[in-house]
């Protein structure tokens, strides 16, 4: 594989990441109304494997109008197994298993598989990405500036490298049980990506749509 290519999947994945990080946040059990805290993460963790479908709308300046896109994702913290799959308007997969990771365009005929662990930069990025998805609080506090609401929590990246990629990310909570209502990711140019996530399971339940 060259360099570029590798690095043009990398790009495309830790976003992928980025996005599904933010959903998993989704994993918590029922909580008390009040206003969101660093407590959240602790709750992240008591859930295992999260099913939901999503649509994401791009805003960017060199698009006429925003770009829509809808899917599933599937994470298991067991096997640290991830799959977000676009189903429209064209297909597309990007899945994850440890430090392996596969993009595949099926209308394209295109696929490659890449390791992480064999680019350092990129196994750092997903990390701090993926630490929202493994709900280790020290981690969360280590890697990000994080601003707590009513019903959301503002993330800033403290990596120089990471913060060249995303300003911040924006992630409102529904309640009953607590989970990620939306994200927003913010990117330093103004560009955002919006994803809303419905028809939430976390355990194989079914959450009702807020």
């Known amino acids: 594989m060259q360099r570029r290519t590798a ?15 933010a959903l998993f946040a989704a994993l918590v059990a029922p909580r008390a109304a009040h206003a969101v805290d660093e407590s959240v993460w602790a709750d992240l963790a008591k859930v295992g494997k999260l099913e939901a479908n999503f649509e994401q709308t791009q805003t ?17 913290r067991g096997t640290a197994s991830l799959l977000w799959q676009v189903v429209s308007p064209g297909a597309s997969t990007f899945s994850l298993v440890g430090t ?4 595949e365009y099926p209308d394209l005929g295109m696929k490659d598989t890449f390791d992480l662990a064999q680019v350092p930069e990129a196994s750092r ?11 280790d609080a020290a981690a969360v506090s280590r890697d990000f500036d994080t601003t707590y609401g009513t019903d959301s929590a503002t993330l800033r ?5 990471l913060r060249g990629l995303l300003s911040e990310l924006q992630i409102r909570f529904a309640s009953a049980p607590t989970r990620v209502r939306s994200v927003d990711l913010v990117e330093p ?9 419905r028809g939430v399971r976390l355990d194989g339940v079914a959450t009702t749509d807020p």
């Open 100 to 103: 392996v990771a596969k993009m």
């Open 189 to 197: 140019d103004a560009d955002r990506v919006h994803i809303a996530f």
């Open 60 to 76: 960017r300046a060199v698009l006429k109008q925003p770009l829509v896109s809808r899917g599933v994702v599937r994470y298991d």
């Open 125 to 135: 990025l997903a990390s701090s990405l993926l630490v929202w998805m493994q709900a």
């Open 7 to 21: 690095w043009e999947n990398i790009g495309a994945g830790i976003s992928t990441l980025a996005a599904t990080a």
């Open 157 to 161: 990246p403290k990596d120089p490298t």
